[in-house]
């Protein structure tokens, strides 16, 4: 195996998407934290919206006992049957918290269809106007969902508030169009993957200021640790496979992503 990519030291990378609530991190949790924080990888966003309500409340206890972690709260498209609105009323006073930092993640996956399609539109619409309501970002989740999700943004003037495409894995076309509605598009392990010509194509296409990298962990382990467990240190893979596709170095692609995240989400200066 070739040696690792590695940050020049003082540069650091934020990891855009993880969820460090799942189980598969039971037991390692603080470890994976401080493997990522040694990495250069000293900020993490973990997403607040797996498939039960108390992932979110576990989320902003990491954000409060991680100095480097932030949280966001929401919930997933494939549990939008949940969503009532004592949920929304719920989510709306946790957004409240301090270590919160966005909405999501929200959005529609085709590909599962695990709850109905009307039921995730209807959810990703209040979603929208919960982040409008306080004030924000949103955290997108779309699979095999592309037109429809821009429809909809497009209704819900969703440009209004912004956010990021999370995982953006579609054509350049589709980039232009998310581009265009004011969303940032982030990149996970996905872009280190054989097949993935076409993503690194939208990766050296995207502007500079437009575009994150994340991990999805424990999901979507980058090369060369596909089929392992994926965690937020791993995001260095990712951001490698970015600067090749851009012809950049790794420096400026984890200096670049740093800033657009921190600047997205309102983080507070480290
Ligand atoms: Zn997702
Ligand atoms: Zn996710």
Do not use: W
């Amino acid at each position: 195996m070739p040696s690792a990519p590695a940050l020049s030291p003082g540069v650091h990378l934020v990891d855009a998407h993880c969820h460090l609530d799942e189980g598969r991190f039971t037991g390692d949790r603080d470890a994976a934290v401080a493997r990522a924080v040694a990495a250069g990888v000293t900020r993490m966003i973990t997403i607040g919206a797996s498939d039960a309500l108390q992932a979110n409340d576990d989320a902003i206890r990491l954000a409060t006992t991680h100095a480097g972690v932030f949280a966001t709260v929401g919930v997933h498209p494939h549990a939008a049957t949940m969503v009532s609105p004592a949920v929304m009323d719920d989510l709306g006073r946790l957004a409240g918290h301090p270590r919160v930092v966005g909405i999501g993640e929200t959005g529609l996956d085709y590909y599962y269809d695990n709850s109905p399609r009307p039921v995730q539109q209807d959810a990703f619409r209040q979603f929208i106007s919960l982040a409008r309501r306080v004030h924000l970002p949103l955290v997108i989740h779309l699979r095999d969902a592309y037109a429809d999700a821009a429809a909809i943004m497009r209704a819900e003037r969703a440009a209004e508030i912004g956010g990021v495409i999370h995982c953006f894995s579609s054509d350049r076309a589709d980039a232009r169009v998310f581009l265009d509605l004011g969303f940032d598009l982030s990149f996970s392990g996905i872009v280190t993957f054989k097949n993935a010509d076409e993503l690194r194509a939208v990766a050296a296409m995207v502007p500079a200021d437009r575009f994150m990298v994340e991990t999805d962990a424990p999901f979507l382990t980058p090369v060369p640790h596909r089929g392992k467990r994926n965690e937020p240190a791993y995001v260095i893979f990712t951001a490698a496979a970015v600067a090749a596709a851009r012809r950049q170095s790794l420096d400026e692609v984890a200096a670049r992503t740093r800033t657009n995240t921190e600047r997205r989400f309102h983080l507070p200066r480290e």
